[in-house]
């Protein structure tokens, strides 16, 4: 986890505070076969602010838990933000 998350943000350090919780979800890929995707989500902290992402993504922000939470179009993205906040992880 702590690789993915250097290879997409270029965060180096890092320190993982917390599990929070599992989604899981199908799509369709562009060749037309479905695909299953299984994403963990943890409560971690960094004191770096200057981001360097990946080709995967278009941009990034930081933001309060209100501002994400209004952002979040997807349920489960919601659900597992509320989780976290209501664990009092934020």
Known sequence: MIREVR?????????????????????????????????????????????????EHASYRWVSFLSALNILAHRQLKSILIKGHRTGLY
């Open 7 to 55: 290879e997409e943000t270029g965060i180096r350090y890092l320190d993982v505070m917390s599990f929070i919780g599992t989604i899981r979800y199908s799509y369709m890929k562009l060749n037309g076969i479905r695909s299953h995707k299984e994403v963990k989500f943890y409560f971690a902290t960094t004191p770096t602010r200057d981001i360097v992402i990946s080709y």
